[in-house]
C-alpha cells in the first residue's frame, strides 16, 4: 500500500533489513525515505549491492548519528543544578538557587547540596524570546527595557523560591552576560 506523498520515512540501523526498508519506503511512495545508524558507512553490515540500489531509489543517510531524547523542564534544571555543584570552584552554602537561562526558557531550581534539588520550575521565557517581544531597537529603548523588566516580572509571579544562601546563573545567555560585564 503507497504511503504517500507527504509520507516521512525514518530506518534506524544499516543491514540489509534496513536497506531494504528504505528501498520499499521509497518505491512505495514515501517522499524523503532517511536511514539512521550509529557508526560510519564503513561500518554497516549492508551488502555494498542493496546500499547502492537503496542511493539510487532517493534514500538519504545519516552516518554516525545518536539517539537524542528531550530533557523536561524538571530534567533540565535537575542537571543545571548538578552542573553549578560540580563545576563551582569554590565553597558552596547548602542552600543553593540555580537560574538556567536559556533561549526560549528559563528553569528555576533551588535545593542543597546534600540532598539536591527539592524545587525546580520552568519559566516559558528565555533570552531570544524576551528579545523577540520587548525589543525592536538598538540600543534598546527605556520605554522596552521597561515593557523588558514588565514581561519578566509577570513571567515569574506565582514562582515562589524557597529562601536561599546563594544563586548562580548558568547557560548560554548568563555566559555571554559574564563576558559583557565581566
Not at 542511493?55 to 539517539?67: H, I, M, Q
Not at 523542564?73 to 558552596?92: H, Y
Not at 526558557?105 to 546534600?114: I, K, P, R
Not at 506565582?158 to 548562580?168: I, L, N
Request: aromatic residues 6%; contains cysteine.
Amino acid at each position: 500500500k503507497p504511503l504517500g506523498k507527504s509520507a516521512v520515512t525514518v530506518v534506524i540501523g544499516a543491514g540489509n533489513t534496513s536497506i531494504d526498508a528504505v528501498t520499499q519506503a521509497k518505491r512505495t511512495g514515501a517522499e524523503k525515505v532517511i536511514m539512521a545508524y550509529r557508526r560510519s558507512q564503513e561500518e554497516m553490515s549492508a551488502y555494498d549491492f542493496e546500499f547502492n540500489l537503496a542511493k539510487k531509489d532517493g534514500g538519504e543517510f545519516l552516518w554516525n548519528a545518536a539517539p537524542v531524547r528531550i530533557l523536561s523542564a524538571d530534567e533540565e534544571g535537575r542537571l543545571a543544578f548538578a552542573g553549578v555543584v560540580n563545576a563551582a570552584g569554590c565553597r558552596l552554602p547548602d542552600a543553593l538557587g540555580v537560574v538556567d537561562v536559556g533561549g526560549g526558557s528559563t528553569e528555576l531550581t533551588a535545593g542543597s547540596l546534600e540532598n539536591g534539588p527539592s524545587w525546580v520550575r520552568s519559566v516559558d521565557l528565555g533570552s531570544q524570546r524576551l528579545t523577540q517581544h520587548a525589543f525592536g531597537s538598538d540600543p534598546p529603548t527605556r520605554k522596552e527595557i521597561r515593557a523588558a523588566r514588565e514581561l519578566v516580572r509577570r513571567s515569574l509571579d506565582g514562582h515562589d523560591c524557597p529562601r536561599v544562601e546563594a544563586a548562580f546563573a548558568t547557560g548560554g545567555s548568563a555566559r555571554a552576560v559574564a563576558r559583557i560585564v565581566g
